[in-house]
């Protein structure tokens, strides 16, 4: 992960644009480089992953052009090759650097073209001014703000913002902002034609697309590493890629020193793919030192996002601090496009859908938010195959009737694809669903609601939560969570849209914990 900043004016000193670009060194602690442009500034923080000399380093400048951009453009080496056969001559092995050339012979319609995950601030050196957008489903993270003149900025991190602007907003996905307008190029959500396939060429097309997804993430000139739950997401991503591997690939699991559900899983993929496989073991003392960081370092109050993370930042920390890995391969972003535990209670299949597709459109503040920060504030990348463009919009125009769960079992269709082939024990491949955060170890939300129960009392709970008028705290957990983020985010709530939360509209999903725990239909998912 890098970080990059922009200022469409210079309304401030280079000295507090350095100190409020520091925010986010962790991000990109290899090299800085601040550049004034214009009457713009460009900042960006460099974590090597490809293209490792200093020759990629960023800003990018081509004509009178120059752009920073957080990001991985998995197409670039066939683009390259096209610009080098128009007379285009690199100076680095940095995919970025096919940005400016590509801008100029596109304009803003380079954006729809990018098999990328990216975030970018481009200075069009013609207009004078910031162009800046974001890849569809907002795996990169982007936010924005105006200054006390109205001009607009940017960066990777709310952070990076908080003391220049009144407000500070998430860039939306999918969008790019140019001429002093958000304007839409991929909703990668919309409702499209429902393809024909059937059961089995749909599961067919799903098992090319999701191999497809991680050998183009494969693709790095730093070391890679792997987060292994057990579960059957990232057991996937890491047995498609270990067949791909000369060498066992390294894999990383965590747990309570207690309870931990997903160390043993992950050790029995582990041993059937024989990978590298690590174990970091936490503890309750561990958990509740570690919460204040978290908060902070996620910019978020939402209990599901807060509950995940705790796991994800330690087992991140571990990695980092006993290894060289920089690129982190994870299993995010299937449950949104294939169903959770609730969306078994979906009454319909325009409903499933329609879940679905707001699922989809949330998720960079949710489960990519956790996985972003996690990763980027222990110096590694992460890299998502399940969020492939291609592979997302084609699992989204499979016919809901066919993802919805009348195999007695969630998400069958991505199961039943990689029946054959031997890439998992069939006890994993067809294991129950378990949310991260309980899977780590049900002891550890436990102890993070013990504490905040012991924090506050009744009376003390109903007077504080009601200080909130936007998604107001309903537990004392979520109280906890809101005041620390206040501590550092004061008045910004309104970054995060909502509570994740089920469906509450849906029988049997009126709940009020975000856990599957509180399910009827978990079952044998937690054990």
Request: net charge negative; hydrophobic share 40%.
């Amino acid at each position: 992960m890098c970080s990059i900043m922009g200022l469409s004016k210079k309304n401030i000193t280079m000295e507090a644009f350095r100190n409020n670009l520091a925010e986010t060194t962790s991000r990109g602690p290899d090299m800085e480089r601040v550049m004034e442009i214009g009457d713009s500034v460009l900042g960006f923080q460099r974590l090597s992953i490809m293209g490792l000399t200093e020759a990629g380093m960023q800003p990018f400048l081509f004509r009178g052009n120059a752009v920073v951009c957080n990001g991985e453009l998995y197409g670039f080496r066939k683009d390259k090759d096209e610009l080098i056969a128009d007379g285009y001559t690199f100076e680095s092995d940095s995919d970025c650097e096919i940005i400016l050339p590509l801008y100029e012979k596109y304009g803003l319609e380079m954006f729809e073209k990018l098999d990328a995950e990216f975030a970018m601030i481009i200075y069009d050196g013609e207009k004078k001014s910031l162009v800046a957008a974001r890849d569809p489903i907002g795996i990169r993270p982007l936010f924005y703000g105006y200054d006390a003149a109205g001009d607009i900025m940017f960066a990777s991190e709310a952070k990076n913002l908080v003391k220049l602007t009144d407000k500070v907003m998430p860039f939306p996905p999918g969008h790019y902002y140019a001429d002093g307008q958000f304007v839409c190029y991929n909703d990668i959500a919309a409702r499209q034609e429902y393809s024909p396939d059937d059961l089995e060429t749909a599961c067919s097309k799903i098992k090319k697309l999701l191999v497809a997804g991680v050998e183009k993430r494969l693709d790095a000139d730093a070391p890679v590493g792997f987060l292994l739950s057990g579960g059957l997401d990232s057991s996937l991503v890491c047995a498609i890629a270990q067949k791909m591997m000369d060498n066992p690939i390294k894999t990383y699991a965590i747990g309570m020193n207690e309870d931990a559900i997903d160390l043993k899983y992950a050790k029995e993929v582990a041993d059937y793919i024989k990978s590298e496989h690590h174990e970091i073991i936490i503890n309750k003392d561990i958990v509740l030192s570690s919460l204040e960081t978290v908060v902070k370092l996620l910019g978020t109050y939402d209990i599901t996002t807060i509950r995940a993370s705790m796991g994800m930042y330690l087992i991140c920390k571990g990695i980092r601090e006993q290894s060289d890995i920089r690129v982190l391969l994870t299993g995010e972003i299937s449950d949104e496009i294939f169903g959770y535990k609730y969306t078994d209670f979906a009454p319909d299949a325009e409903e499933f859908q329609k879940e679905a597709e707001k699922r989809l459109r949330e998720l960079y503040m949710y489960d990519v938010l956790r996985a972003d920060r996690c990763i980027s504030v222990n110096s590694m990348e992460a890299r998502v195959p399940f969020g492939d463009l291609a592979f997302v919009k084609y699992v989204m125009s499979i016919n809901p009737e066919l993802k919805m769960n009348r195999y007695n079992k969630g998400k069958y269709l991505l199961r039943h694809a990689f029946e054959d082939g031997d890439y998992l024990p069939y006890s994993i491949l067809f294991r129950e669903k378990a949310a991260f955060s309980d899977a780590v170890g049900h002891s550890m939300v436990d102890y993070i609601k013990e504490y905040a129960e012991g924090l506050y009392t009744d009376g003390e709970f109903e007077e504080k939560r009601r200080a909130y008028t936007f998604a107001a705290p309903f537990t004392k957990e979520s109280l906890l969570y809101r005041e620390l983020f206040e501590k550092y985010y004061p008045g910004q709530a309104e970054m995060i849209a909502d509570f994740w939360m089920p469906n509450k509209n849906w029988e049997n999903c009126d709940v009020n914990d975000p856990s599957a725990r509180v399910l009827k239909n978990y079952g044998q998912s937690g054990v």
